[in-house]
T-cell receptor, first 113, second 113 residues
Framework: GAVVSQHPSWVICKSGTSVKIECRSL??????MFWYRQFPKQSLMLMAT?????????EQGVEKDKFLINHASLTLSTLTVTSAHPEDSSFYIC?????????FGPGTRLTVT | QKEVEQDPGPLSVPEGAIVSLNCTYS??????FMWYRQYSRKGPELLMY????GNKEDGRFTAQVDKSSKYISLFIRDSQPSDSATYLC?????????????FGKGTKLSVKP
């Protein structure tokens, strides 16, 4: 089956620093990947749609200059949280599109101190 | 009113019980309905995908959609302790590949041996 990986699985950083999260489709190529954020006891909220070779499309309310997305290849998308603040602490999950379905990565837990 | 409402539980049942999980929605444009299972600190895993009213069965799982009532259900027969997880419903007007998935908050299920 389709497998999506994320790295790192857990990261702690200091306020004001930047953190990069990688999302890889391991056994298929994905022209489109999605980034979600999930706060405790809340729904997954779509942040942005990442398209290979073009700019990401951000959902309303998501700062594109703060959450930088790069989809450099058909198997890799990265999310960089710039100048992180404690309120950015959350569970970040990516997914990749194959045919009619989305396959989710295991998530990255970000804690900003 | 939120677009998708899902009782967060927690729901605790004995092993072997039939479990019923439900979501209601308000947007009549939703045409595609999904159920995901999410284990703690992991990404969601697709369980069922339907796009029409009626029932769809897969092993111990049955997904039911009633578009006239804007109500979907997931039934789990002969529940097992390994079914203990959070179950998320998700919906889309455009199909699961489009990223326009609207998730419920998830219902936390615990199956006791």
């Amino acid at each position: 089956g389709a497998v999506v990986s994320q790295h790192p699985s857990w990261v702690i950083c200091k306020s004001g620093t930047s953190v990069k999260i990688e999302c890889r489709s391991l056994d298929f190529q994905a022209t489109t990947m999605f980034w979600y954020r999930q706060f405790p006891k809340q729904s997954l909220m779509l942040m942005a749609t990442s398209n290979e070779g073009s700019k990401a499309t951000y959902e309303q309310g998501v700062e594109k200059d703060k959450f930088l997305i790069n989809h450099a290849s058909l198997t890799l998308s990265t999310l960089t949280v710039t100048s992180a603040h404690p309120e950015d602490s959350s569970f970040y999950i990516c997914s990749a599109h194959q045919t009619y379905e989305q396959y989710f990565g295991p998530g990255t837990r970000l804690t900003v101190t | 009113q939120k677009e998708v409402e899902q009782d967060p539980g927690p729901l605790s049942v004995p092993e072997g019980a039939i479990v019923s999980l439900n979501c209601t929605y308000s947007n009549s444009a939703f045409q595609y309905f999904m159920w995901y299972r999410q284990y703690s600190r992991k990404g969601p895993e697709l369980l069922m995908y339907t796009y029409s009213s009626g029932n769809k069965e897969d092993g111990r799982f049955t997904a039911q959609v009633d578009k006239s009532s804007k109500y979907i259900s997931l039934f789990i027969r002969d529940s097992q302790p390994s079914d203990s997880a959070t179950y998320l419903c998700a919906m889309s007007a455009f199909g699961g590949s489009q990223g326009n998935l609207i998730f419920g908050k998830g219902t936390k299920l615990s199956v006791k041996p």
